[in-house]
């Protein structure tokens, strides 16, 4: 299994971001996908995912409204489109991949089994 994300970067406040992950190793449509960011002292915490078939998304409270995820079954691609960026947006973003999560799994972080390498995401006020 490999993830590859792409596209973090630094970005002012009320900035905007795309972030990419290309999968490879596994069927895609049977995973559940997710992005899941680390900010420094904190633990991993779910942002945005869906299960295989991609029909529901969730997403973490504190980005509702802001951030849009997608994926692309023909292309093994998941998105994180970021919007109105805040600087507590600031973190380490995280692209996973978990097989067999149940409904009431999609928002826990832990759930996941395969992460990708990472890609940093700043925000300045």
């Known amino acids: 299994v490999q993830l590859q994300a792409s596209g973090g970067g630094l970005v002012q406040a009320g900035g905007s971001l795309r972030l990419s992950c290309a999968a490879s190793g596994f069927t895609f449509d049977d995973y559940a996908m997710s992005w899941v960011r680390q900010a420094p002292g904190k633990e991993r915490e779910f942002v945005a995912g869906?299960?295989?078939?991609?029909?529901?998304?969730y997403y973490a409270d504190s980005v509702k409204g802001r951030f849009t995820f997608s994926r692309d079954n023909t292309k093994n691609t998941v998105f994180l489109q970021m919007d109105r960026l805040k600087p507590e947006d600031t973190a380490v973003y995280y692209c996973?991949?978990?097989?067999?999560?149940?409904?009431?799994?999609?928002?826990?972080?832990?759930?996941?089994?395969?992460w990708g390498q990472g890609t940093q995401v700043t925000v300045s006020s």
């Open positions: 869906s299960r295989g078939s991609g029909q529901i998304t």
């Open positions: 996973a991949a978990g097989q067999g999560i149940i409904l009431s799994e999609v928002r826990r972080a832990r759930a996941y089994d395969y």
